[in-house]
């Protein structure tokens, strides 16, 4: 087993260069929303128990299987629940899978708001040809309502989704980017498969399906699956989410949500670096870290291969898993369910009324913690 200063992280990130919920059930058929856009100066989102879209009334919808862990009783704060997405302000489809395209897409998350879709009754998956960005001056919600029908693919080719306000091209809306309040990412509902983030190189990768910087990000009733970002890197990671920087370091919220098959660096789901987490009534199965060498990297190696499920590095920052199951994740090094190293040995892990089981770490990992490696002020089971 490795000496914890053998794999103590040494990137710290600093400004703006650096850095039992029930299932979703698919709401009764009524009349749908127009679907044209809507003026973007409609209402704020406010949170919500009923969060999705009223869909096309001529065949009774049909649900993907639900996300998450339906045995998860972990409550969930307001701020993390879905958003109510009944008035929208812009509408992807016209009531058949033809109008559900990439580029509807791509132009509704540009414009900002609450996105829903009206693609018909069936599922649907959408092959992004783009990666959809978000823009920091639209806004200052944008949110992304699938119904529970519609799944965003990556097509093994691109990253599908992102979020930088410390990109220019996305516009600067303030002089503090690494630390702004908006804009608030919620993605709700959705599938996201088959992203890929190899290659990308801003910001130093990673983020098969979603990257944010900066803002808020949160993550309810969705499925994640089959996402990959680079196989080789010391801190490069999530294969399904990547994160760095949240405004005052609020947590990104995943929520009664599932992250299966994903394969990075690190982080075979979620990666952040100096981010803070709270995952409730989640499913992680079946994801790898699959490079080599830890980090920092060993002479000879690439580095990399840490936290099968979850890679945080960082120095102040907490993360909380409740209600969730963490099972049969791998990782080549360290923590084949959570790597959790706080530089400053600040940081918290805090884990309750969860499973971990048959996580395996070829590495090292935290002496009587089965699957995790943590370096940090509190361990809290």
């Known amino acids: 087993m490795a000496t914890a200063a053998a794999v103590t992280c ?6 703006c260069a650096e850095a039992k919920a029930p299932a979703f059930v698919a709401p009764s058929p009524s009349a749908p929303p127009p679907a044209t856009a809507v003026a973007s100066s409609g209402p704020t989102p406010s949170a919500s128990a009923s969060p999705s879209p009223t869909p096309s009334a001529s065949k009774k919808p049909r649900a993907l299987p639900s996300p998450g862990n339906p045995d998860g009783g972990a409550s969930v704060p307001a701020e993390a629940r879905a958003v109510d997405t ?8 016209k009531g058949t899978p033809a109008g559900c395209t990439s580029a509807a897409v791509v132009a509704a998350v540009a414009a900002g708001g ?21 823009r920091n001056d639209h806004g200052p919600d944008v949110v992304l309502d699938g119904g529970g029908r519609v799944t965003l693919s990556g097509g093994g080719r691109r990253r599908i989704l992102y979020q930088n306000t410390c990109d220019q091209a996305q516009r600067f809306t303030t002089s503090h980017c690494q630390d702004q309040p908006t804009p608030r990412l919620t993605v709700q509902n959705l599938t996201f498969t088959e992203g890929n983030a190899t290659g990308e190189t801003t910001e130093g990768g990673g983020g098969g399906a ?73 499913v992680f199965t079946g994801n790898k870290a699959i490079g ?30 409740r209600g969730t199951v963490i099972r049969d994740n791998h990782a080549n090094e360290g ?4 790597f959790f190293v706080s530089n400053d ?33 509190k361990l809290n089971r």
């Open 10 to 15: 040494a990137l710290i990130l600093s400004g």
């Open 86 to 93: 009944r008035k929208p302000d812009r509408v992807v489809g």
């Open 114 to 134: 609450v996105i829903t879709f009206d693609c018909g009754p069936a599922p649907v998956t959408i092959t992004m040809k783009a990666t959809a960005k978000v």
């Open 210 to 282: 979603i990257f944010v910087r900066g803002g808020r990000l949160k993550v309810v009733n969705s499925r994640f699956t089959a996402n990959r970002c680079d196989g080789t890197g010391p801190d490069l990671g999530g294969a399904a989410i990547r994160v760095l920087s949240q405004s005052r370091n609020r947590p990104v919220y995943v929520v009664h949500s599932t992250f299966t098959g994903g394969r990075c660096s690190n982080g075979g789901a979620l990666s952040s670096i100096g981010v803070s987490w709270t995952v409730l009534n989640s």
């Open 292 to 321: 080599r060498g830890a980090n920092p990297a060993r002479g000879g190696t690439p580095g990399g291969g840490s936290g099968g499920a979850i890679y945080t590095d960082g120095n102040a920052f907490a993360v909380t898993v």
């Open 335 to 338: 923590g084949g369910a959570i």
């Open 345 to 377: 040995r600040t940081g918290t892990l805090t884990i309750g009324a969860s499973t971990l089981r048959g996580n395996r770490s070829d590495g090292f990992e935290t002496s009587g913690q089965p699957g995790i490696f943590f370096l940090g002020a």
